[in-house]
């Protein structure tokens, strides 16, 4: 109960602290880009199929989409969900680095991948969360986003270091 309290706080300090200072969180691939008309023809059948309930019909057709797409979030996101759901954490972490490559290991595609580390105990979600508490500009909705994804998973005091490292950051204002 302490160690909840003890949370609460830090996460609450850390939220009034950033306000207002963050960055938009951009939550997308890479490079701005629409998705051709093809793209979404192949997205929308994967999607029918996903809600049909047809789920491995549904990770085949989006790891066809994949496969020549690996760049896409609207792609990668459900894939990933699908096989999180059903237990496939060996093809959920290939698809995360083939998605982090292909993005150019951008910050947001490594956040889209980051449960996918962590469920799977892989340690690459602490290269992650290294990468962002480096970065010179601070995207602090990146570090909510970590923060929410480590306390969903049961990683409270990875948390906690996370929040106090901001908090002690010698160059914070």
Known sequence: MIMN???IYYFLVFVFLTTGISKDFEGVSSVNRKITAKQQGMIKQAKA???AGLFDEAIIAYENIFNTYPNLREV???LKKLYLN??????AQLIAKEYIDSNKKNMASKIDAFD??????NNYWEVIIKDILDLKSK???YIKKIISI???NNKENDAINV???????????
Do not use: G, T, V
Not at 86 to 91: G, T
Not at 116 to 121: A, C, E, H, N, W
């Open 163 to 173: 929040i106090q490292n901001i908090r002690l950051e010698p160059n914070r204002k």
């Open 5 to 7: 309290k003890k949370l």
């Open 49 to 51: 199929l996903q809600a």
């Open 116 to 121: 996918i580390y962590i469920i799977s105990d």
């Open 86 to 91: 059903n237990n496939q954490l060996d093809n």
């Open 150 to 152: 480590l306390l969903n």
């Open 139 to 141: 995207n602090y909705n």
């Open 76 to 78: 990668f996101l459900p």
